[in-house]
């Protein structure tokens, strides 16, 4: 925290502005437009935001303003995490998952229009809408994926939950399809200690989504409901702290680039560990993660004793986690040495993590169509989150890739 945060939570309770509503949110909802609508060397953008409870609620109004209903069919990025796809099941709908290419992890554009054509000519009827990701905060080949958004009619929902301050060509990702979603949870790239947002295309998509976010009340002197709406909107305490980290985001990117720029100088000479990076200029990620690729046939000390034993709690120690695994093993994850250089550097003091499982093989989506070519699959076996996050020091880096260094076999 700068500072700055508690300046504007005090002035939330001194002005008695304890509620989802006030100067704080849309102090915030202003900073975030100013934020998302420049463009290097451009006219600004003209984009509105809402600012919402969480990114996964920004995810779910912006289906529902595409008139995701029972029976249709959304197109996601497979390899997100699960708030991408979630909200499409709130809606009765179906996720439909799209593989990644080997750039940048995300959406594949050609297989997308192939999961389209594929779509169309086994149910008759258009996806309703699409959900690439970046990933990592890594920007997806958003030029190629509008246009076959464009070709077929289909809006775009970005999610930026990862990707604040990624750019493509220049433009902040999350303003190029019809909406862009963002994440303040505790671990992105600006906290809010939890919220979202929603980037909307116009005042008239603005005052809709506002309107469902805030229970869809009427304009009546007492309560008159003609929708179903949701208690979404972002409280004025949360956007006070967000009002001051607006004061650091700048500063926290500039930090991940330059915890990314260490690790490519580390790590550069180190057969078998490939560090992800942006595959040309027109891609600026905000490297929100730092990931490794470790090739299969690297060897890692101790990965013949990895996986004896079932894990107890999730990676990480992720509150909230209070189903135990019954099993050491499920049908896809990540090698063995993997494993193993996760387990030497967590005895080291290091969390590292496991890139995000793909979502075509998660149990809780076996039954949705899925259209796949190996890539994210491949990841996950092979990747690694390194840490990157804003206390991370140039010596922390230092002993990481030492500890990395370390645990390869000779
Ligand atoms: C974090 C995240 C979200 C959801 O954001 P919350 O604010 O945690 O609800 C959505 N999509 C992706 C890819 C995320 O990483």
């Not at 509008?146 to 902040?172: C, L």
């Not at 996950?380 to 500890?403: E, K, N, Q």
Request: net charge negative; hydrophobic share 40%; glycine share 8%.
């Amino acid at each position: 925290m700068s500072g700055r945060e508690m300046q504007f939570i005090e002035e939330a309770f001194a002005d008695n502005w304890v509620v989802p509503l006030g100067p704080n949110v849309n102090g915030f909802e202003a900073d975030l437009e100013r934020f998302v609508n420049h463009r290097d060397g451009a006219e600004p953008l003209s984009k509105r935001v809402v600012a919402l409870s969480a990114g996964t609620a920004a995810v779910h109004l912006a289906l529902l303003a595409c008139g995701v209903g029972p029976g249709d069919e959304v197109l996601v990025q497979s390899f997100t995490f699960c708030a991408s796809s979630h909200p499409v099941t709130y809606l009765g709908a179906t996720p439909v998952f799209v593989d990644s290419e080997k750039d940048t992890w995300n959406m594949d554009p050609a297989l997308l229009r192939e999961a389209i054509q594929d779509r169309i000519a086994k149910t008759g009827r258009k996806p309703k809408a699409i959900v690439p990701v970046y990933l990592y905060g890594m920007p997806a080949k958003i030029d190629e994926i509008m246009e076959v958004a464009r070709e077929f009619d289909i809006p775009v929902v970005e999610d930026a939950a990862e990707g604040m301050g990624s750019r493509f060509d220049g433009q902040v990702c999350g303003t190029f399809g019809r909406y862009g979603v963002l994440s303040f949870n505790g671990n992105k790239m600006i906290t809010t200690s939890g919220g979202g947002a929603l980037i909307c295309p116009d005042e008239a998509m603005w005052r809709e989504i506002m309107f469902y976010a805030t229970q869809a009340r009427e304009a009546y002197p007492y309560y008159q409901h003609e929708k179903i709406g949701y208690n979404y909107r972002m409280s004025n305490i949360c956007a006070g702290i967000g009002r001051g980290q607006m004061t650091v985001l700048d500063e926290h990117i500039s930090h991940h680039k330059h915890v990314h720029a260490m690790y490519a100088e580390l790590l550069k000479d180190v057969p078998g560990i490939t560090l992800h990076d942006n595959p040309s200029p027109r891609y600026d990620s905000n490297f929100w993660l730092c990931n490794i690729l470790l090739d299969s046939d690297l060897r890692i000390k101790g990965e013949t004793d990895v996986y004896k034993d079932t894990v107890k709690g999730a990676v990480g120690g992720a509150a909230g986690v209070t189903h135990a695994a019954t099993s050491a093993h499920t049908d896809v994850e990540p090698n063995r040495n993997v494993e193993a250089l996760r387990v030497a550097l967590d005895k080291a003091n290091i969390e590292s993590r496991p890139l995000w499982k793909p979502m075509h093989r998660q149990p809780v989506y076996a039954s949705n169509p899925a259209y796949v070519n190996g890539v994210s699959d491949a990841l996950f076996r092979r990747g690694l989150c390194l840490p990157a996050g804003p206390y991370v020091t140039d010596d922390d880096i230092h002993y990481i890739v030492d500890t990395i260094k370390a645990s390869i076999e000779a």
